[in-house]
């Protein structure tokens, strides 16, 4: 009798659930929120709002790098300047994250890569079209709070369908980060907008 275990129906469907673990760690991650372990809507709208930059700017430092092997190197190196510039409070991590998105985007001008890579110049334009929903978002929570959570929810959402077109296209970063970045995006977007 064969007592291969990768012959077994269980062993397939144990496979299949391996294979969507950033399926997994992202549901893990937000499910605190959802079980009552978030803050008001202002205050996450306010965190979100401060990293929402981070997303595209991943996207468009690993595709100048050209390496979507870099994806999980780069999106650490990202969240831990975000954690760096809130821990120091000095200037919004938005700004920091926005200013590190233009240091990319003069490099790949300076180089004539931006010119050269259609892929480049679709995360070019997708980090100006976050970077809008970001600061518009930002701007509204001060003066318009309601408004402001849902266009930082909206930003979160729109993120999440870029992830996964990526995803699905098997194009710029990993997939493991896609998929993640996808299924939390989504996540966040949606507690976002049941704490209203």
């Not at 980090?127 to 930002?138: I, P």
Request: hydrophobic letters at 60%; glycine letters at 10%.
């Amino acid at each position: 009798m064969d007592t291969n275990l990768t012959t077994t129906p269980e062993s397939g469907a144990l496979r299949r659930v391996l294979a969507r673990w950033p399926t997994a760690v992202a549901v893990a991650i937000s499910l605190p929120g959802f079980l009552g372990g978030a803050p008001e809507a202002g205050v996450l709208a306010d965190s979100l709002g401060n990293a929402l930059m981070m997303l595209p700017l991943a996207y468009l430092t690993v595709a100048k790098l050209g390496r979507r092997r870099a994806t999980w190197p780069v999106v650490g190196s990202i969240i831990a300047i975000v954690v760096i510039a809130r821990t120091l409070d000095l200037v919004s991590p938005a700004v920091v994250l926005s200013s590190l998105a233009l240091v990319v985007l003069a490099w790949s001008v300076a180089d004539g890569e931006l010119r050269r890579d259609g892929s480049l110049r679709v995360q070019a334009l997708g980090l100006a079209g976050f970077g809008v929903l970001t600061f518009a978002g930002l701007a509204l929570l001060a003066t318009r709070p309601d408004l402001g959570v849902v266009l930082v929810a909206a930003g979160w959402f729109l993120h999440g369908v870029w992830d996964f077109v990526h995803l699905r296209l098997d194009r710029v970063v990993a997939r493991s980060f896609a998929e993640w970045c996808g299924v939390i995006d989504v996540l966040l977007a949606v507690q976002l907008l049941l704490l209203l």
